[in-house]
């Protein structure tokens, strides 16, 4: 997930590590190769900047510097950062959708290829399997047929429950018929797979908007995909601006992308990241925890 990342970081602080001695300038040494190697990681400039300059406060000065292993407590400031920067509020706990109250909505949106519908069926499954909730599945992507029928057939494979197809209807009809089949059918949940498009429009917004305006989510999850790197930011941005979300789920980080989305997403949006998707099976799916993908970064 942050191979490249990690190799650089590794080099950097392995290097710290067998120096003993430290003086503030290795120190700053180091941190300049740290934020070469974060903006190689296509992390935002500014988070990037913030980054290393909150460790270098931290870590240059006698206390560290002095100590009987200066190279480990920079290590040990840069992960105490890199979850500070991933996890922004240390009280919320990624992994738990809003589903009180039921049915409780929850709006799936994002760009056409962002990993939108595999996404939708893999929280469904992880909502069935590990809190036992049921649950129903609606497609509104009306003018993609196909679509409906992929997350028809992702349902039947994973057992869940999608809402029948009716054609004709727009996308405010779908989510009106899911709401009642959800409260009528004893649903805890009932998930919105909205339609995506290749950028964001006015339609698409517009659409979204209304969608959400009738169903009232509990969450509004953004799909984007985890190799774009500062574009997934950007269009996080940009959703949130429009629609509101209420958290990110990032996709493909299985891939060899450079990870920096992961860093500079709740920087930039201020919107914690919940799952990250890890392939295009079923279970590929985590909960996105900072202190486990701050290790993996540190290797
Ligand atoms: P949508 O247009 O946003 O609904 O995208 P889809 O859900 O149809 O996904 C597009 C492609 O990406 C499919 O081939 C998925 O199997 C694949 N995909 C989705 N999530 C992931 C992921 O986390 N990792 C990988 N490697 N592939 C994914």
Same mark, same amino acid.
């Given at each position: 997930?942050?191979?490249?990342?990690? *190799?650089?970081?590794?080099?950097?602080?392995?290097? $710290?590590?067998?120096?003993?001695?430290?003086?503030?300038?290795? #120190?700053?040494?180091?941190?300049? *190769?740290?934020? #070469?190697?974060? $903006? *190689?990681?296509?992390?935002?400039?500014? &988070?990037?900047?913030?980054? &290393?300059?909150?460790?270098?406060?931290?870590?240059? =000065?006698?206390?560290?510097?002095?100590?009987?292993?200066?190279?480990?407590?920079?290590?040990?400031?840069?992960?105490?950062?890199?979850?500070? &920067?991933?996890?922004?509020?240390?009280?919320?706990?990624?992994?738990?959708?809003?589903?009180?109250?039921?049915?409780?909505?929850?709006? @799936? #949106? =994002?760009?056409?290829?962002?990993?939108?519908?595999?996404?939708?069926?893999? !929280?469904?499954?992880?909502?069935?399997?590990?809190?036992?909730?049921?649950?129903?599945?609606?497609?509104?992507?009306?003018?993609?047929?196909?679509?409906?029928?992929?997350?028809?057939?992702?349902?039947?494979?994973?057992?869940?429950?999608?809402?029948?197809?009716?054609?004709?209807?727009?996308?405010?009809?779908?989510?009106?018929?899911?709401?009642?089949?959800?409260? @009528?059918?004893?649903?805890?949940?009932? @998930?919105?797979?909205?339609?995506?498009?290749?950028?964001?429009?006015?339609? !698409?917004?517009?659409?979204?908007?209304?969608?959400?305006?009738?169903?009232?989510?509990?969450?509004?999850? !953004?799909?984007?995909?985890?190799?774009?790197?500062?574009?997934? &930011?950007?269009?996080?941005?940009?959703?949130?601006?429009?629609?509101?979300?209420?958290?990110?789920?990032?996709?493909?980080?299985?891939?060899?992308?450079?990870?920096?989305?992961? !860093?500079?997403?709740?920087?930039?949006?201020?919107?914690?990241?919940?799952?990250?998707?890890?392939?295009?099976? @079923?279970?590929?799916?985590?909960?996105?925890?900072? *202190?486990?993908?701050?290790?993996?970064?540190?290797?």
């Amino acid at each position: 997930m942050f191979e490249n990342l990690s *190799e650089r970081l590794s080099g950097v602080f392995d290097r $710290l590590t067998k120096q003993g001695a430290l003086s503030d300038e290795d #120190v700053k040494t180091a941190l300049r *190769e740290v934020r #070469v190697a974060l $903006l *190689e990681a296509d992390v935002s400039l500014p &988070v990037a900047r913030d980054f &290393v300059k909150a460790v270098q406060d931290k870590a240059t =000065g006698q206390a560290v510097t002095r100590s009987i292993t200066p190279g480990q407590q920079v290590v040990k400031i840069v992960h105490d950062e890199l979850v500070h &920067v991933l996890a922004g509020d240390p009280e919320a706990d990624p992994g738990k959708l809003k589903i009180d109250n039921p049915p409780a909505p929850i709006l @799936m #949106v =994002g760009l056409q290829g962002s990993g939108k519908t595999t996404t939708t069926a893999k !929280l469904a499954k992880r909502l069935k399997e590990k809190e036992g909730k049921r649950v129903l599945m609606a497609s509104l992507d009306v003018n993609r047929p196909a679509a409906m029928e992929q997350l028809q057939i992702l349902g039947t494979q994973i057992g869940v429950d999608t809402l029948p197809i009716v054609k004709g209807e727009d996308p405010v009809q779908i989510a009106k018929r899911a709401k009642t089949q959800a409260s @009528m059918g004893g649903y805890d949940v009932y @998930m919105l797979d909205t339609a995506g498009r290749l950028h964001i429009d006015q339609e !698409l917004i517009a659409q979204a908007a209304a969608v959400r305006d009738v169903a009232n989510p509990r969450e509004t999850l !953004l799909v984007v995909d985890g190799l774009t790197g500062q574009d997934a &930011v950007n269009v996080a941005t940009e959703f949130d601006d429009k629609i509101g979300v209420s958290g990110v789920v990032l996709t493909r980080m299985d891939g060899d992308g450079r990870g920096g989305a992961a !860093l500079s997403m709740r920087a930039i949006t201020g919107k914690p990241i919940k799952f990250v998707g890890l392939g295009e099976k @079923m279970d590929a799916i985590e909960t996105f925890e900072p *202190e486990r993908i701050a290790g993996r970064i540190l290797g």
